[in-house]
């Protein structure tokens, strides 16, 4: 059984907008900071956003502004609200602590946002 489940992504025009959700199998208010990560093809694994569970959220530069991360620990499921996409943020998502990894990675959900 996957430690983690993330949905919602999809292809987009640049512009538009979509919102991933990231189901874990686990009581996440026990991680301080749960964040989501991007992966374009041929690139590394990078941090884009987290929240920690006294509400702090940071964000990389590329995306703030845009981006907004939210947790609802009593589902165990944290999500990424992604408006005014451009076409660099076509990557796969996933979602799992942060800035340490603690749980396996899911499959993650596929991002794709045209020109």
């Known amino acids: 059984q996957p430690q983690i489940l993330e949905s919602g992504g999809g292809s987009v025009q640049a512009g538009g907008s979509l919102t991933l959700s990231c189901t874990i199998a686990?009581?996440?208010?026990?991680?301080?900071?749960m964040g989501w990560y991007r992966q374009a093809p041929g690139k590394q694994r990078d941090l884009v956003a987290d929240f920690a569970n006294d509400g702090s959220q940071d964000y990389d530069e590329a995306v703030k502004g845009r981006f907004t991360i939210s947790r609802d620990d009593a589902k165990n499921t944290v999500y990424l609200q992604m408006n005014s996409l451009k076409p660099e943020d076509t990557a796969v998502y996933y979602c799992n602590t942060s800035p340490n990894i603690y749980l396996r990675w899911g499959q993650g959900t596929q991002v794709t946002v045209s020109s």
């Open positions: 686990r009581n996440i208010n026990r991680f301080k900071r």
